[in-house]
């Protein structure tokens, strides 16, 4: 807001009121501030304190109809939030991998039906139809509800709920709207994730043995039961993130497949950046993973594309993780541990580590989560095992003395 005053010919003052209400994408795609301008001139006879009053006054009246204004979001679209927050937010604050899967979503399942919206005319109501309209699976053809009537995980509708509430978020921290309607939105909850037993010390076994004979995809299914890496983590390794001298595995990036190829980039968090210890079991893997890709460069020399990663394809390229599951499903097939993802293996780790004392400081370190409620969090039923076992621990030895 601004008052500047300029003098006319005739003597009189005229009051010129300047508002900022907020931001918009112009025609060329640029983000400029969108101005609104009101005047006032001095009447003959009034006195310049009265009419500065007057000013003052109608600036106060003028600041008021901003403030609607900003409040119902009267000249911002949803789809031209979503357009400034992709090209002047996102490339600064995401991984390139998440604006590409947060695209994705945005552009197949909220703008098709909120898109045209302006911001300030989306109620809460609205976004409860909206999630409880996105939980219904239909024909990819036709649109309409599957017969019968089916419905998507709860997981799913809370992860679009997630990208609407950001660009609501955003909108707020512009200035463009006051309130976020999706705080008080209702959520389904039709369809919810059954939770996923950890893996047991035989199965874990179970798949050892079956990845004993050497192949590269096996070498990374037990790398992710011996480590407990992100599976993002371990396709990114490079053979100077090894160090067999002192035995340590030093994490500083990950690997994501979006579009048509291979994006490295930092890992998840900064916790994320880390150097594991080395046990035996993981020195011999990685040792012969080496020697089977010495043999190969020796064999196709120049056609080897990319000698210093540590699990890559016959060719020397990044391997992409949907064939380390395609393995696994091959290892898990016909067991009662079908269920289970390469993302288990990571679990498994965690809960050997868990169920044999290891502090969970060191267990949230060793992951690298941000914080130690996050480890106690995705392993609260280990730990609620481990107190159960405590608690027998005391019974048996009070027994003793008896």
């Given amino acids: 807001m601004s008052i500047r005053e300029k003098k006319n010919k005739d003597g009189s003052i005229s009051f010129y ?33 009265k009419a500065r009053q007057i000013a003052k006054e109608m600036e106060l009246e003028f600041q008021n109809q901003f403030q609607m204004k900003q409040s119902t979001g009267i000249d911002k679209k949803l789809s031209e939030v979503w357009s400034w927050y992709k090209k002047y937010y996102a490339p600064n604050k995401l991984r390139e991998s998440t604006i590409y899967s947060l695209d994705s979503l945005v552009q197949n399942k909220i703008l098709p039906e909120l898109g045209n919206y302006r911001i300030g005319d989306i109620s ?11 939980a219904i699976v239909r024909d990819r053809k036709t649109g309409k509800p599957l017969h019968p009537k089916q419905y998507y995980k709860d997981s ?5 709920f997630s990208a609407l509430n950001r660009l609501f978020e955003f909108s707020i921290s512009q200035g463009w709207i006051k309130e976020n309607p999706c ?7 039709i369809n919810k994730s059954i939770k996923k037993r950890p893996l047991e010390i035989n199965q874990i076994k179970d798949i050892i043995k079956k990845t004993n004979d050497f192949s590269v995809h096996n070498a990374v299914i037990q790398f992710q039961i011996y ?23 030093n994490i500083n990036k990950t690997i994501n497949f979006v579009g048509k190829g291979p994006i490295i980039g930092p890992p998840k968090t900064n916790d994320s950046y880390r150097i594991l210890g080395m046990s035996n ?14 043999e190969r460069k020796q064999f196709l ?10 699990f890559s394809t016959p060719l020397g390229d990044y391997i992409h993780r949907n064939n380390i599951n395609k393995r696994l499903n091959a290892v898990k097939k016909g067991t009662d541990y079908e269920y289970i993802t390469v993302h288990f293996l990571r679990h498994a780790n965690a809960t050997l580590l868990l169920m044999n004392d290891v502090d969970i400081k060191v267990v949230s370190s060793h992951l690298g989560h941000n914080d130690i409620q996050t480890t106690a969090n995705i392993y609260a039923d ?13 019974e048996f030895n009070l027994e003793d003395d008896q």
């Fill in 183 to 189: 705080n008080h939105a209702i959520k389904p909850s």
């Fill in 227 to 249: 480590t407990g890496m992100r599976i993002g983590e371990t396709l990114a390794l490079n053979w100077n993130d090894i160090d067999f001298k002192n035995k340590e595995i």
């Fill in 301 to 310: 020399k120049e056609q080897y594309i990319n000698p210093n990663i540590v």
């Fill in 281 to 294: 079991t993981v020195f011999n893997i990685l040792k012969m993973v080496q020697q089977e890709q010495n």
């Fill in 17 to 49: 009121i300047t508002v900022f209400e907020g931001y918009k994408i112009d025609r060329r795609g640029q983000y400029v501030q969108n101005r609104k301008y009101k005047s006032f001139k001095q009447p003959k006879g009034m006195g310049i304190r």
């Fill in 382 to 394: 280990v730990l609620k095992s481990k107190e159960h076992q405590i608690a027998q621990l005391i």
């Fill in 124 to 134: 809460t109501s609205r976004i409860t139809i909206f999630l409880n309209d996105v």
């Fill in 156 to 160: 799913y509708v809370q992860t679009v």
